[in-house]
């Protein structure tokens, strides 16, 4: 059973940085495709950013130049840099993982508000 371990969410003003961490419990963590989703109160859930093994990135137009994804297959950790913070960017972020199955973690809250 994969598991989870997301941190680094919380309350940031707008023009902050954050960075979220997820740390899987996967035995071939650098097989799988990591990606970070979030969803807002009354939207559907969203790709923000994925990394696959061969390290392609791939960005949500609304975080491109903004948010940068990343990976350490040795501590099999993926992460999340979010600067330039919006309001808009407010949401619950989910880690995943994707091979032959998709696995997501349970959820991060950010909320960029002043």
């Known amino acids: 059973q994969v598991q989870f371990v997301e941190s680094g969410g919380g309350l940031v003003q707008p023009g902050g940085s954050l960075r979220l961490s997820c740390e899987a419990s996967?035995?071939?963590?650098?097989?799988?495709?990591m990606g970070w989703s979030r969803q807002a109160v009354g939207k559907q859930r969203e790709l923000v950013a994925r990394?696959?093994?061969?390290?392609?990135?791939t960005y949500a137009d609304s975080v491109k130049g903004r948010f940068t994804i990343s990976r350490d297959n040795a501590k099999k950790m993926v992460y999340l840099q979010m600067n330039s913070l919006k309001p808009d960017d407010t949401a619950v972020y989910y880690c995943?993982?994707?091979?032959?199955?998709?696995?997501w973690g349970q959820g991060t809250q950010v909320t960029v508000s002043s």
């Open positions: 990394i696959t093994s061969g390290g392609t990135l």
């Open positions: 996967i035995s071939i963590f650098s097989a799988y495709t």
């Open positions: 995943y993982a994707r091979r032959l199955s998709e696995y």
